[in-house]
């Protein structure tokens, strides 16, 4: 293999695995073809991307050496990462304004994604005031706003758990609402808004990211893309439902 065909199959190869990893971590889909087209511009090269729910089919072209090499990559399951988000993009327009060696982007991209994510019980107590402070904004008061901060941390880590486990996460979902709720329910032995406090105890559980970005690929004519993205949403609003649907199962005499 010559160097240019070299090099075409290495910024070819980096392309694809940096709009994978951005699609992953929830990025829509025309920030994705927007950056991976920048990045290939700033090598001299065109770039045609296709992005489908599962995987991206990408093919970079030298129209000065009438060469072409075509990828198809498979998007991997990722958290939700706006770090990542707006570091890779703004890699992608660093390297398009200073045309940085593609050894030197290699490397920035490889910084970015080792670079420390948030401590798990960080996220757990974040989740929890987040809950708290919807609970109080629907009427809760302070004993049921107590009561969802604490159970929201316990399903936050049930949730943590069984994702490090590669546990289905239409499960995982079902199995966090219904856990969260339960202890939620413990607020139905006191004078306390409880009805509150369990509805409100699961809205961390809502995919908020993949509702709006759905309607984003729609908006921007990524149909396919962005109807994926809002079924696979609605199943998991559904999977919510489910779990919390069992418990209200558990304790609907204590509700009457």
Request: proline content about 4%.
């Amino acid at each position: 293999m010559d160097k240019s065909k070299k090099r075409l199959s290495e910024v070819s190869e980096f392309i694809s695995e940096y709009s994978a990893h951005l699609m992953g971590c929830g990025v829509h889909t025309s920030r994705v073809v927007r950056n991976a087209k920048r990045i290939g511009n700033a090598f001299g090269y065109t770039v045609t991307i296709s992005i489908f729910p599962q995987n991206i089919v990408l093919t970079v072209i030298d129209s000065e050496k009438q060469e072409h090499y075509s990828k198809v990559t498979d998007i991997p399951r990722l958290p939700i990462n706006f770090s990542h988000n707006s570091e890779l993009s703004a890699l992608s327009w660093e390297a398009y304004d200073h045309h940085l060696p593609f050894s030197a982007l290699q490397n920035k991209y490889h910084r970015i994604l080792r670079q420390p994510t948030i401590p798990p019980f960080i996220v757990r107590i974040m989740a929890g005031f987040a809950n708290a402070s919807f609970c109080r904004l629907f009427g809760g008061d302070w004993w049921a706003m107590g009561c969802v901060f604490f159970a929201t941390m316990i399903g936050m880590f049930i949730k943590q758990q069984m994702t490090d486990t590669g546990i289905n996460h239409y499960l995982i979902f079902i199995v966090s609402a219904f856990i969260t709720s339960l202890c939620t329910s413990i607020t139905l032995l006191f004078n306390t808004t409880a009805e509150t406090a369990i509805a409100t105890s699961v809205l961390y559980l809502i995919p908020g990211v993949p509702l709006i970005n759905g309607v984003i690929d729609i908006v921007e004519g990524y149909a396919i893309t962005g109807c994926a993205r809002l079924i696979q949403a609605s199943l998991l609003i559904l999977c919510t439902a489910t779990g919390l649907s069992f418990t209200l199962l558990l304790v609907k005499d204590n509700l009457l």
